[in-house]
């Protein structure tokens, strides 16, 4: 089963939720390159974003594994949001990327 069979939506994302729990190798040309395409208007793919929803219903978490490059150019840029996929995850899904790091996700 495709991750993709999950998939909620893709709409633009304030970047101050989104967490990056895992440093990013950047490749500075890449960055500056997105950066150029963003700055004229070109719409680039979304990044994916993991979304699990806290035993209390408040409470959502958002976790971005890929899309460094141009999370980063979009950063960069000062553009407070961004597009992407919401994947509805779990934290057993999220746990694969963090192991004994994973939050309580409360």
């Known amino acids: ?8 939506s893709v709409t633009e994302m304030p ?5 990056r729990p895992l440093p990013s190798e950047l490749d ?3 960055v500056l390159s997105l950066m ?3 700055k004229s208007g070109v719409e680039i793919p979304p990044i994916d974003v993991n979304w699990v929803k806290g035993r209390d219903e408040n409470n959502n978490y958002y976790f971005s594994f890929g899309g460094c490059h141009r999370y980063e150019a979009t950063k960069r840029l000062n553009i407070k949001t961004i597009r992407a996929r919401i ?3 779990t934290p057993s899904d999220i746990k694969i990327y963090l192991g004994a790091s994973c939050p309580d996700f409360k």
């Open 1 to 8: 089963m495709s991750v993709y069979t999950q998939l909620i």
């Open 15 to 19: 970047m101050s939720v989104i967490h």
């Open 28 to 30: 500075e040309e890449k």
């Open 36 to 38: 150029e395409t963003i």
């Open 87 to 89: 994947i509805k995850s």
